[in-house]
């Protein structure tokens, strides 16, 4: 059994930067790919970045290039993203999420419970 645990979210200011982090426990085998996706209230559940199991990141939302890049620690099978110049738009609950393959959908095998950022002055 895969398990996922996101940390680092909070309260930051317009401008601001947070580090989110992701452990991941149990086994996962293979071509695994990483994404972290966010959800504000009364929207859908949205692809933020994905990364491959080599630490290769696969894409970004376009809403986020440039302002967030999203890492891995191989050894520790950590994931991160640093997030750069938030926007209240920024604010939502951030999940990171699992999967045999890449898809900008939330169709991954495997979530966390989810960190809550919230952008504001």
Known sequence: QVQLVESGGGLVQPGGSLRLSCATSGTV?????????RQAPGKERE?????????????YADSVK???????????TIIFLQMN?????????????VNPGFSRKPEYAYWGQGTQVTVSS
């Open 47 to 59: 692809f933020v970045a994905g990364i491959d199991w080599r630490g290769n990141p696969i894409d």
């Open 29 to 37: 085998y293979g071509n695994y790919v990483w994404a972290w996706f």
């Open 66 to 76: 440039g302002r967030f890049t999203i890492s891995k620690d191989n050894w520790k």
């Open 85 to 97: 110049n938030l926007k209240p738009d920024d604010t939502a609950a951030y999940f990171c999420a």
